[in-house]
């Protein structure tokens, strides 16, 4: 016969986050262990983090967790799987080709307004990156994600003549936007940095970015 921790085990290596709960209460449960792992994950960090702590958070029991989840390491990539459709819609705004440098400085806007809102998530994700490949690749692709809209937006302003031609679309998209990655990281995260507000530091960021790559009345 087999035991309650024998099941438990069963539970968790057939139910995964990509199971989504058909009733309504089970969404709603579903929703509010993501929400609590979030705060557990805010105030411990994910080494420190239980499913345990999770579960209390949420007013469950820790058996209503693994309805849903396999371990913390299994919510946890539910939570950046949704970071990771926040970022492919930024990805997906459109590019004014009429005025790059507005289009500049609202791309780094949102950016940065994302990056602040999910600042705790951002933290927990570059922390599990260093040892877990899979949160790593997760991590990799948010990160691809928003160099390869640079270098798009890049190429399209060569072809129009805006932007320089000796620059490299690909190296300078890495370049500029780690750039705007580590400084949202050093404010948001480490809050070591003076905190100025995103339309602020998506005016200085887009200045910088227009005096490097486009082309001046001059050239």
Same mark, same amino acid.
């Given at each position: 016969? /087999? ?12 139910? +995964? ?9 089970? %969404?709603?449960?579903?929703? /509010?262990?993501?929400?609590? =792992?979030?705060? *557990? ?16 958070? =949420?007013?469950?029991? !820790? +058996? &209503?967790?693994? %309805?849903? @989840? ?14 990771? #459709? #926040?970022?492919? $819609? @930024? ?26 809102? !999910? ?9 599990? &990156?260093?040892? $877990?490949?899979?949160?790593?690749? *997760?991590?990799?692709?948010?990160? /691809?994600?928003? @160099?390869?809209?640079? =270098? ?7 072809? $129009? ?11 300078? =998209? ?9 400084? &949202? ?25 227009? !005096? ?8």
């Amino acid at each position: 016969m /087999a035991t309650e921790a024998q099941d438990l085990v069963t539970v968790q290596d057939e139910v +995964g986050r990509d199971v989504e709960p058909k009733t309504r209460k089970g %969404r709603r449960s579903k929703r /509010a262990l993501l929400d609590a =792992a979030r705060v *557990v994950f805010r105030e411990r960090g994910f080494a420190h983090a239980r499913v345990s702590d999770m579960a209390a958070e =949420a007013g469950m029991s !820790n +058996g &209503a967790f693994y %309805r849903y @989840f396999k371990d913390k390491h299994d919510i946890l990539m539910a939570l950046l799987s949704e970071l990771s #459709e #926040e970022m492919y $819609e @930024f990805s997906r705004v459109p590019w004014q080709p009429g005025d790059p440098k507005h289009s500049v400085r609202e791309s780094t806007l949102r950016y940065m307004e994302l990056y602040r809102d !999910n600042a705790d998530l951002m933290r927990v994700e570059i922390e599990v &990156a260093q040892t $877990e490949l899979t949160v790593h690749e *997760v991590w990799r692709e948010s990160r /691809a994600m928003f @160099f390869k809209r640079i =270098a798009r937006s890049l190429r399209r302003g060569q072809k $129009e003549g805006i932007v320089r031609k000796d620059i490299d679309p690909d190296l300078a =998209a890495s370049l500029l936007g780690g750039m705007t990655e580590h400084y &949202a990281y050093l404010q948001y995260v480490l809050k070591d940095e003076p905190q100025g507000s995103p339309k602020r530091l998506a005016e200085q960021i887009s200045r910088i970015w227009a !005096n490097g790559v486009y082309l001046t009345d001059e050239e």
